[in-house]
């Protein structure tokens, strides 16, 4: 047996605003909370298939790595979905890209980019 992704870090300003953000995103709950980190899964909790998010306050100097999203949509097409999203405060970002990908690089409300994959993928 293979290890899986049981956990992501994403360093930010704000980790309440940006546990509202992608637990509205992802359909998440918030699971934890300590000092300076939002840890947010799965309603269901941690564990299962999904791995959970814990956002750590990181003001982003000293050259910090802050994580880089995967999304697919689970019940609505690529569009719908895109819509859904810059609704919830997601930004387009210009990479230069054509607009022929099978992917959207978008920002969160702090500019982390993070993709809106075309492929759709079943519910858990």
């Given at each position: 047996?293979?290890?899986?992704?049981?956990?992501?870090?994403?360093?930010?300003?704000?980790?309440e605003?940006?546990?509202?953000?992608?637990?509205?995103?992802?359909?998440?709950?918030?699971?934890?909370?300590?000092?300076?980190?939002?840890e947010?899964?799965?309603?269901?909790?941690?564990?299962?298939?999904?791995?959970?998010i814990?956002?750590?306050?990181?003001?982003?100097q000293?050259?910090?790595?802050?994580?880089?999203?995967?999304?697919?949509?689970?019940?609505?097409?690529?569009?719908?979905?895109l819509e859904?999203?810059?609704?919830?405060?997601?930004?387009?970002?210009?990479?230069g890209?054509?607009?022929?990908?099978?992917?959207?690089?978008?920002a969160?409300?702090?500019?982390n980019?993070?993709?809106?994959?075309?492929?759709?993928?079943?519910?858990?």
């Amino acid at each position: 047996m293979a290890c899986r992704i049981s956990g992501l870090v994403l360093g930010c300003r704000d980790p309440e605003g940006m546990a509202r953000f992608w637990c509205e995103v992802l359909d998440f709950a918030v699971l934890d909370r300590e000092e300076g980190e939002i840890e947010i899964g799965p309603r269901d909790g941690a564990g299962g298939p999904q791995p959970t998010i814990v956002l750590s306050r990181n003001d982003g100097q000293n050259g910090e790595l802050r994580l880089h999203i995967d999304v697919s949509a689970t019940d609505r097409d690529h569009g719908a979905e895109l819509e859904r999203l810059l609704a919830a405060g997601a930004a387009p970002v210009d990479t230069g890209r054509t607009g022929e990908e099978s992917r959207r690089v978008l920002a969160d409300p702090e500019g982390n980019e993070f993709c809106l994959l075309e492929t759709r993928i079943d519910p858990p």
